[in-house]
């Protein structure tokens, strides 16, 4: 095999965002965004570094652990969220407020007493359209470097958690 010399910086010391040289912003282009995954993978994939120095094979298996860290955190949109938040507002922590948590449980105990397929798929569909809409608000307000960025996350975290929820409750119908 034929010895593979790349001159690429190092993936595990770099945001997830720059390891797939994409714009830092919620909202992205997931067959970019996979089209530049494989890619890097081919690039690094240990099988290319078989003949390899040990130090060789040790930086193929290094960079491909963070390269697929770094594609499963910007696929979730719960993760890459939160490694927005950091790049945008480093050192700033937040918290829920009372309304997004009184607002949480409200929605646990609607869905704990839905019993008919039909209601839970409509909760299903409610909720779809509420992350849309908590989305669209988080990718505002991260460009306007909107501290409500934080409360956004924290009600999309949830909502994509209660999505999940749904998901297997519904799956109990089948």
Do not use: C
């Not at 690429?8 to 714009?23: A, I, R, W």
């Not at 060789?56 to 290094?62: D, L, M, N, R, Y």
């Amino acid at each position: 095999m034929k010895k593979v010399v790349v001159a690429v910086e190092n993936l595990s010391m770099s945001n997830p965002f720059t390891v797939f040289d994409l714009e830092q912003t919620y909202v992205l282009d997931m067959q970019i965004l996979d089209k530049s995954y494989l890619k890097l993978q081919q690039l690094w994939h240990p099988d290319r570094f078989i003949n390899g120095s040990t130090e060789e094979k040790e930086k193929a298996q290094t960079e491909t652990v963070s390269l697929n860290q770094a594609y499963q955190t910007l696929k979730n949109p719960v993760l890459r969220a939160k490694v927005l938040l950091n790049l945008f507002f480093p050192g700033v922590v937040g918290a829920p407020n009372p309304e997004t948590l009184e607002d949480q449980f409200s929605l646990q105990e609607n869905l704990a007493s839905l019993s008919e397929a039909d209601k839970i798929r409509e909760l299903h569909v409610a909720i779809r359209e509420r992350i849309k809409g908590v989305e669209e608000s988080f990718e505002k307000d991260l460009k306007d470097k909107n501290i409500r960025a934080f409360q956004e996350y924290f009600v999309l975290k949830f909502l994509y958690k209660i999505h999940e929820d749904i998901s297997h409750k519904l799956y109990g119908f089948h």
